[in-house]
């Protein structure tokens, strides 16, 4: 079974902190996602990555930044934690190879961060 | 920019009722798009998964979705839902040049029995 390991389930952090959520993947893919999730706004991408020390900003990269020095790990990290970063992140992997039967995305459980 | 749009936020049926979620996307190329249901307390999961061949797609759990090009729609459907079909459910897309998954804001499925 894939498995995509979300290193915290639960963070609790207080404004100005920097923040870390690590992801971990044993599948050797080759992208990395992560996410937000808020109600009514659904998942929103924050950065892709498709190798190592590639990456692609997504949708709202404001206010963080990813690391992927190795191919099985991608870090989020929130240069300066605030409160409107309150929210569910998720991570997720992928093979390489869009438009091939392979292409599916796999989830972590989820790290629920809250900034006070 | 690319973008998924998801019309319906929240549905409450009764069980054996029929569903269909809508799901439109804004890209004119070719596309690979999926459908994810995230049942309560649990991780994202594919539910069902189109890239070419036969518009409509089967899925697991007896759901399908049909994929018409020139409404640029994916809408999922179950001819009769059950109590366990309650989740949350999202569509998502990938252009064909690119694996970077681009989500719906998703649809809350209550089913009462």
């Known amino acids: 079974d894939v498995k995509v390991t979300q290193s915290s389930r639960y963070l609790v952090k207080r404004t100005g902190e920097k923040v870390f959520l690590e992801c971990v993947q044993d599948?050797?893919?080759?992208?990395m996602f992560w996410y937000r999730q808020d109600p009514g706004l659904g998942l929103r991408l924050i950065y892709f990555?498709?190798?190592?020390?590639?990456?692609e900003k997504g949708d709202i990269p404001e206010g963080y930044s990813v690391s992927r020095e190795k191919k099985e790990r991608f870090s989020l990290i929130l240069e300066s934690a605030s409160t409107n970063q309150t929210s569910m992140y998720l991570c997720a992997s992928s093979s390489a190879g869009s438009g091939t039967e392979n292409t599916e995305a796999f989830f972590g459980q989820g790290t629920r961060l809250t900034v006070v | 920019a690319q973008s998924v749009s998801q019309h319906n936020h929240h549905v409450i049926l009764s069980e054996a009722a029929s569903l269909e979620l809508g799901c439109n996307y804004s890209?004119?190329?070719?596309?690979?798009l999926f459908w994810y249901v995230q049942y309560p307390g649990q991780h994202l999961q594919l539910l069902l998964k189109y890239f070419s061949g036969d518009p409509l797609v089967k899925g697991i759990k007896g759901f399908e979705a049909e994929f018409i090009k020139s409404k640029f729609s994916f809408n999922l459907r179950k001819p009769s839902v059950q109590w366990s079909d309650t989740a949350e459910y999202f569509c998502?897309?990938?252009?064909?040049?690119?694996?970077?998954?681009?989500f719906g804001t998703g649809t809350r499925l209550q089913v009462f029995p």
């Open positions: 599948m050797d893919h080759e992208n």
């Open positions: 998502a897309v990938t252009l064909y040049n690119t694996d970077k998954l681009i």
């Open positions: 990555s498709y190798d190592v020390k590639m990456k």
């Open positions: 890209y004119g190329g070719t596309v690979n």
